[in-house]
């Protein structure tokens, strides 16, 4: 996940978007209503399909898995897994549910929300409570939903209801739900286009200077942990000829190998973020200038609610997005950015015990959130 400098709003409307290399894998759901034994089908990338009967109402449940693990890219869902290779009795058999990931525990959850959500069970505004409740219990880290997008899920849920209820006997709905490579591109695309990120970069200073303001607050030769660090160039760079001790994550193997030719001296790994093995040492100061809204939404809540574990007592975090909640693709990978929005992020936050003690916004239109950790 290479550092990006957000685009304009007219950048966004004005650039297509671009192809990604090859063809997107993905899992076919056809629905079927056929009287009182109403059919769910899936055919996997692989041409293998399997079926069952989900019986004469209204595929209530199987539609807000689709709308819950499409919205927050759950790869290991409901159908995440039935694209994987289980079957529809595996992911009924109590002793396969045990040995699952938290994500298909995740997935269930927010469904069975939504559906309550749907039925009028619970408003928008007890829809957060709800499912931080099912968290708690699960053990599974809080995941904070905005209420734009709980709005967008209620909205999406209730037009494929509808879709399906218009079916007339014997005829489908389809839906094609994305599928993760094997092996998946934990740089997101950015290896692909990592010649051209490096040249757009080489030739733009922007954050700069914001980010040497942040800088000047931190001790004389503190330590810093860039996230999404890229070739390093410009922001790293403008830190190490500073006197910081500059510690970089970059999740693309070819921005690791060009950080490395131009800063041989400075750490850095070739990793995700947001399992990152440096959250076990301790800085006094966490970067993430670009990264963040990059991620779904849930690799989000992950990896803002480590960032205390890398932070020294008084130590800051500075980290760019959008103070609205927005999607839009980016302008080089053509991959969804989301911005979860400045509440989300300082409830997050807040809850992994960080104050918001400033914003910024740079020459390039980018927003910056300033978090402390306190001494005490």
Request: hydrophobic share 40%; aromatic share 8%.
């Given at each position: 996940?290479?550092?990006?400098?957000?685009p304009?709003?007219?950048?966004?409307?004005?650039?297509?978007?671009r192809?990604?290399?090859?063809?997107?894998k993905?899992l076919?759901?056809r629905?079927?209503?056929?009287?009182h034994?109403?059919g769910?089908?899936c055919?996997?990338p692989?041409?293998t399909s399997l079926?069952?009967?989900?019986?004469?109402?209204?595929p209530?449940?199987?539609?807000?898995?689709?709308?819950?693990?499409?919205?927050?890219?759950l790869?290991?869902?409901?159908?995440?897994?039935?694209?994987?290779?289980?079957?529809f009795?595996?992911?009924?058999?109590?002793?396969?549910?045990?040995?699952?990931?938290?994500?298909?525990?995740?997935?269930?959850?927010?469904?069975?929300?939504?559906?309550?959500?749907?039925?009028?069970?619970?408003?928008?505004?007890q829809?957060?409570?709800?499912v931080g409740?099912?968290?708690?219990?699960?053990?599974?880290?809080?995941?904070?939903?905005?209420?734009?997008?709980?709005?967008?899920m209620?909205?999406?849920?209730?037009?494929?209801?509808?879709?399906?209820?218009?079916?007339a006997?014997?005829e489908?709905?389809?839906?094609?739900?994305d599928?993760?490579?094997?092996?998946?591109?934990?740089?997101?695309?950015w290896?692909?286009?990592?010649?051209?990120?490096i040249?757009?970069?080489?030739?733009?200073r922007i954050?700069v200077v914001?980010?040497?303001?942040w800088?000047?607050?931190?001790?004389?030769?503190?330590?810093?942990?860039?996230?999404g660090?890229?070739s390093g160039?410009?922001?790293?760079a403008?830190?190490m000829?500073d006197g910081?001790?500059?510690?970089?994550?970059?999740?693309?193997?070819?921005l690791?190998?060009?950080?490395?030719?131009?800063?041989s001296?400075?750490?850095?790994?070739?990793?995700e973020?947001e399992?990152s093995?440096?959250?076990?040492?301790?800085?006094?100061?966490?970067?993430?200038?670009?990264l963040?809204?990059?991620?779904?939404?849930?690799a989000?809540?992950?990896?803002?609610?480590?960032?205390p574990?890398?932070?020294?007592?008084?130590?800051?975090f500075?980290?760019?997005?959008?103070?609205?909640v927005?999607?839009?693709p980016?302008?080089?990978?053509?991959?969804?950015?989301?911005?979860l929005?400045k509440?989300?992020?300082?409830a997050?936050?807040?809850?992994?015990g960080?104050?918001?003690?400033?914003?910024?916004?740079d020459?390039?239109?980018?927003?910056?959130?300033?978090f402390?950790?306190?001494?005490g």
């Amino acid at each position: 996940m290479a550092s990006t400098i957000l685009p304009t709003q007219k950048e966004r409307s004005a650039r297509p978007r671009r192809a990604e290399s090859g063809v997107k894998k993905m899992l076919r759901i056809r629905m079927t209503r056929n009287g009182h034994r109403n059919g769910l089908a899936c055919v996997r990338p692989d041409g293998t399909s399997l079926f069952t009967d989900i019986g004469p109402g209204l595929p209530h449940h199987d539609l807000a898995h689709y709308v819950v693990e499409h919205r927050f890219g759950l790869k290991e869902g409901f159908f995440g897994n039935i694209a994987r290779g289980y079957t529809f009795a595996q992911l009924s058999d109590k002793e396969v549910i045990k040995r699952l990931g938290p994500e298909s525990m995740v997935a269930e959850i927010l469904a069975r929300a939504l559906q309550s959500l749907s039925s009028g069970a619970c408003g928008r505004e007890q829809f957060e409570e709800l499912v931080g409740a099912e968290f708690e219990q699960w053990g599974i880290p809080r995941l904070v939903v905005p209420p734009a997008t709980t709005d967008d899920m209620a909205e999406e849920f209730r037009s494929l209801l509808q879709r399906f209820a218009a079916l007339a006997d014997r005829e489908s709905m389809t839906l094609d739900f994305d599928v993760e490579d094997e092996p998946a591109d934990v740089a997101n695309g950015w290896d692909a286009i990592a010649e051209e990120f490096i040249a757009r970069r080489d030739k733009s200073r922007i954050g700069v200077v914001t980010l040497r303001r942040w800088a000047a607050s931190l001790p004389a030769g503190a330590s810093v942990l860039d996230l999404g660090c890229g070739s390093g160039t410009p922001l790293s760079a403008a830190l190490m000829e500073d006197g910081f001790d500059l510690w970089g994550v970059e999740a693309s193997p070819r921005l690791v190998a060009e950080f490395q030719k131009r800063f041989s001296r400075a750490h850095i790994a070739c990793e995700e973020a947001e399992s990152s093995g440096f959250f076990g040492h301790k800085f006094d100061g966490v970067i993430a200038i670009g990264l963040v809204f990059l991620l779904s939404p849930a690799a989000q809540t992950q990896l803002l609610r480590r960032i205390p574990a890398a932070l020294k007592p008084g130590a800051r975090f500075l980290f760019t997005a959008p103070m609205q909640v927005v999607t839009w693709p980016d302008i080089l990978t053509g991959r969804e950015s989301r911005s979860l929005g400045k509440d989300a992020y300082a409830a997050i936050l807040a809850d992994a015990g960080l104050s918001l003690s400033g914003e910024y916004t740079d020459e390039g239109g980018n927003h910056y959130y300033d978090f402390l950790l306190p001494s005490g």
